[in-house]
C-alpha cells in the first residue's frame, strides 16, 4: 500500500500524488464511508491516503488536521469538504484596480482566526500605485502588521518581491484567495512558469460561472508545496459564526476585551467597555472595529 496526497478530485476520480511525486488516478470503492461527517464528499485535495497503485483505489483516509468546507447548496445542510490539511491561507489584495474593500479582508482574516489557519496578506499590484495608493497599501501593511499578521508587497508582474512569496510557500499547503482580478492567476504563473493558468479578468469571470459546483485544485510550486486555487469559491465559503464568540477572531479586540466591565460584553454600548475606548483612542483601528460591528449584526439578523 502507498502513501499519498490527493491533488485533484473531481467528485468520482481522484489524483493522487505519492511521495515521490507521481501521479496516479485513483478511485472510491462504493461502499468507502467516512464516520461522522455529513458532507457530500469523502475525500478532498489536501487529504492523505493510503492508496493501491496497481487497482487505482483509494483505500483508507487519514487523519485530516484541519479542513474546510462550504454548504453544497442554499437549501442543503449537507456540505462539501474545499480542502484538507490546509498549512496557511494567502490573501490577495489590490489597492487599485480593483480596489479590495477592507471588510474583505477582516472577514478573510476572522474565518481563518476561527479555522485556527495563519493567515498572510499580499498586496499586489504596487507597480500602478501612485503616491496616494502607496500611502493606503502602507497604511494597510501597517494596520496589519501591527495586528501580528504578515503583509508583503508584490508586483507579480513586474517580479518585485515574488521570490519572498516563493519562499513563504515553501513546503507548505497554501490556500490561495482574493477577490476576481487581483493577480493570482498571474502570481501562480510566474511562481511555476509549468502552470500555464489563464488570466484576465474576462477568463476570469467565465471560470467563475462554469467552476460554481466544482472542487478546487492543487498546484504544486516549484522548490516544494502546494498551492490551492480555488475558482469560484469565496474565500473559506461559510462558516455559522456564534455572535459571542466573532470578537475572539478580531486578535486585538480579543486581548484588550478582557478588561471589559462585563466578560460578556459585546463591545456594542456596554458601560465600561475597554474596546471602544481603544477605538477612540486610536489604540485599536476604527475600520477594524467597524468590521467587527458589520459581523455582530449581521449575525444577530440572522439569529432572529
Ligand atoms: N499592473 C499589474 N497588473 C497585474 C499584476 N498582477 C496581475 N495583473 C493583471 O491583472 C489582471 C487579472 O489578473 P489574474 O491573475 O487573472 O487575476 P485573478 O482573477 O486573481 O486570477 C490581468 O490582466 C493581469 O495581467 C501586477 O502585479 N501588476
Ligand atoms: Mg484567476
Ligand atoms: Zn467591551
Redesign the pocket.
Known amino acids: 500500500m502507498n502513501r499519498g496526497i490527493v491533488i485533484k478530485s473531481t467528485g468520482s476520480r481522484y489524483r493522487v500524488a505519492d511521495e515521490e511525486g507521481n501521479i496516479h488516478e485513483c478511485f472510491l470503492r462504493g461502499r468507502f464511508r467516512v464516520s461522522g461527517t455529513r458532507t457530500t464528499n469523502p475525500v478532498a485535495v489536501g487529504d492523505h491516503v493510503t492508496f493501491d497503485p496497481g487497482e487505482g483505489v483509494i483505500v483508507t483516509l487519514l487523519p485530516r488536521r484541519n479542513y474546510i468546507i462550504r454548504r453544497a447548496s442554499n437549501l442543503s445542510r449537507e456540505s462539501q469538504i474545499i480542502a484538507a490539511n490546509i498549512d496557511q491561507a494567502f490573501l490577495v489584495i489590490t489597492v487599485k484596480m480593483p480596489a479590495t474593500p477592507v471588510e474583505f479582508i477582516d472577514r478573510f482574516l476572522a474565518t481563518a482566526e476561527a479555522y485556527r489557519i495563519p493567515a498572510v496578506i499580499i498586496i499586489n499590484k504596487t507597480d500602478l500605485y501612485g503616491e496616494e495608493e502607496m500611502a493606503r497599501a502602507c497604511l494597510i501593511k501597517d494596520v496589519y502588521e501591527k495586528i501580528g499578521y504578515r503583509v508583503m508587497m508584490i508586483s507579480a508582474t513586474e517580479d518585485m518581491s515574488l521570490a519572498e512569496v516563493g519562499e513563504a510557500l515553501r513546503n507548505r499547503i497554501t490556500l490561495l484567495s482574493g477577490n476576481s482580478g487581483v493577480g493570482k492567476s498571474t502570481l501562480l504563473n510566474r511562481l511555476n512558469p509549468g502552470l500555464s493558468l489563464k488570466t484576465g479578468s474576462i477568463s476570469d469571470y467565465h471560470e467563475q460561472g462554469k467552476h460554481i459546483t466544482s472542487f478546487p485544485e492543487m498546484h504544486p510550486v516549484e522548490d516544494g508545496g502546494y498551492v490551492i486555487d480555488t475558482p469560484g469559491i469565496r474565500g473559506f465559503g461559510v462558516i455559522d459564526f456564534d455572535r459571542k464568540e466573532i470578537y475572539h477572531f478580531f486578535p486585538e479586540i480579543f486581548r484588550i476585551?478582557s478588561g471589559?466591565r462585563?466578560y460578556n460584553?459585546?463591545?456594542l454600548d456596554?458601560p465600561g467597555?475597554?474596546?471602544?475606548e481603544a477605538v477612540a483612542n486610536d489604540e485599536i483601528e476604527p475600520w477594524r472595529y467597524r468590521s467587527y460591528i458589520s459581523m455582530l449584526l449581521e449575525d444577530n439578523e440572522k439569529y432572529r
Open positions: 476585551s471589559c462585563f460584553c459585546l463591545h456596554e467597555c475597554l474596546v471602544r
